[in-house]
């Protein structure tokens, strides 16, 4: 079974420019999470997509943030315009069972992003 | 509101020692308790978690933690270290408002291991 994949693994962008990062879930996975850490601070979450709803969206920074899910499959997190603060990594996770409590999120390998 | 306190935000072992990482975790209602590690350029990995079963949880690659509630800890344990534990490590607790599962987490604990 293929794990939470995410693209790119690397992105280097100019202040101002504008970044798409994408996610693709475990399959069969309803719920998707985006999280972010900053460096030096703790992973932070972003929003929540059930299926292709968008179920909690507490954690986005501000509205140049903008995070979209395709018929409940793959999700992007569009950066525009970017600004230096908003250079981190971003993780991807996924979970199987909507209202689980306590059950396992299934993190990617994250972005790695940098603003200059 | 939950929160999750890890003391350390580097410790060092020799390779054989007691591997001890600290969580303390603030909620309200009981929680629900995650370790997740982190190696070099790679994703977040469960290692164990609490979900009000037994107290002592046991994990991947010999780490177990125990939950204790009225020391609100939840502190990572593993009793010979080895090289390939050198990693970071979060503590997380599921916060429960709105009905749905986002993770707290800590600001993670970064191992090494020397020889």
């Known amino acids: 079974e293929a794990g939470v994949t995410q693209f790119p693994s690397h992105s280097v962008i100019e202040k101002g420019q504008t970044v798409t990062l994408r996610c693709d879930p475990i399959s069969g996975h309803d719920n998707l999470y985006w999280y972010r850490r900053v460096m030096g601070k703790e992973i932070k979450f972003l929003l929540h997509f059930v299926k292709e709803s968008k179920q909690d969206e507490s954690g986005m920074p501000n509205n140049r943030f903008l995070a979209e899910r395709t018929g409940g499959t793959y999700s992007t997190l569009k950066v525009q315009p970017a600004e230096l603060e908003d250079s981190g990594v971003y993780f991807c996770?996924?979970?199987?069972?909507?209202?689980?409590?306590?059950?396992?999120?299934?993190f990617g390998p994250g972005t790695r992003l940098l603003v200059l | 509101a939950q929160s999750v306190t890890q003391l350390g935000s580097h410790v060092s072992v020799s390779e054989g020692a007691l591997v001890l990482l600290r969580c303390n975790y603030s909620s309200s209602v009981p929680p629900y308790l995650f370790w997740y590690v982190q190696y070099p350029n790679q994703g977040l990995q469960l290692l164990l978690k609490y979900t009000s079963a037994a107290t002592l949880v046991k994990g991947i690659n010999g780490f177990e933690a125990e939950f204790k509630k009225s020391e609100t800890s939840f502190h990572l344990t593993k009793p010979s270290a080895h090289m390939s534990d050198a990693a970071e490590y979060f503590c997380a607790v599921s916060d429960l408002s709105g009905g749905y599962n986002k993770l707290i987490f800590g600001a993670g604990t970064r191992l090494a291991v020397h020889p």
């Open positions: 996770a996924s979970s199987q069972e909507i209202g689980g409590f306590g059950e396992t999120q299934y």
